[in-house]
């Protein structure tokens, strides 16, 4: 069985400062790793995803995750957040390919910027 | 390229109706996937279809059904609605079925009020 931790429900941070919003999981299959973003009133916007390669994956709008395969994490981080990066942001997880296909999400992580 | 696109966008019903929603992919997306969001709950995964099969389906009742069209439009009907189906219906398209290396669109989603 999978499942997707997002460790902190809320996470205030001053405009201009760093954020990490994290991520832990645990699955007992190869898996593939997601970073998305919903402003209110909207869906969900991909911002980065881990496949394979390189452990440090750039998104957009200055977002990056780092994937850690013995602490089971993928942890997004931005080095100075602004007023627009307040949202929700959703960590999720699918099997390898040849596993049942099932996205799981994380119960989300609301980044409030304040100025 | 036009985005996900959701019908209605807010729904009111009372318990014991039905209702059906509507998503139209991106176009060339074949893939539909949908999701319910609660704020208990979380995002959790109802159903996915590809070229008019199902693929996959959560942990919902019987109650929650879909279909998907040759134009890969899909919908999605809640039969005898309960009050904890109040939620924001999300659904999201893909190129192919969706399994890690595909990356989903999200649309605005449905919010459903059950009265």
């Known amino acids: 069985a999978q499942s997707v931790t997002q460790l902190d429900s809320q996470v205030p941070v001053f405009e201009e400062a760093p954020v990490e919003l994290r991520c832990n999981y645990s699955?007992?299959?190869?898996?593939?790793l997601f970073w998305y973003v919903q402003y209110p009133n909207q869906g969900l916007q991909l911002l980065l995803k881990y496949l394979s390669g390189s452990t440090l994956v750039k998104g957009i709008n200055g977002f990056e995750a780092e994937f850690n395969k013995s602490q089971t994490s993928f942890h997004l981080r931005k080095p100075s957040v602004h007023i627009s990066d307040t949202a929700e942001y959703f960590c999720a997880v699918t099997p390898d390919p040849s596993g049942t296909y099932k996205y799981i999400f994380g119960t989300g992580t609301r980044l409030k910027v304040l100025a | 390229k036009a985005g996900v696109t959701q019908t209605p966008r807010y729904l009111i019903k009372t318990r014991g109706q039905q209702v059906t929603l509507s998503c139209s992919p991106i176009s060339g997306h074949r893939s539909v996937s949908w999701y319910q969001q609660t704020p208990g709950q979380g995002l959790q995964f109802l159903f996915e279809?590809?070229?008019?099969?199902?693929?996959n389906k959560g942990n919902f009742p019987g109650r929650f059904s879909g279909r998907q069209f040759s134009n890969s439009r899909s919908e999605m009907n809640v039969s005898t609605l309960e009050l904890g189906d109040s939620a924001l219906y999300l659904c999201?398209?893909?190129?192919?079925?969706?399994?890690?290396?595909?990356?989903?669109?999200f649309g605005p989603g449905t919010r459903l009020l059950v009265l």
């Open positions: 699955s007992s299959v190869s898996v593939y």
């Open positions: 999201a398209s893909s190129l192919a079925p969706s399994g890690g290396q595909e990356t989903q669109y």
């Open positions: 279809y590809f070229s008019e099969t199902q693929r």
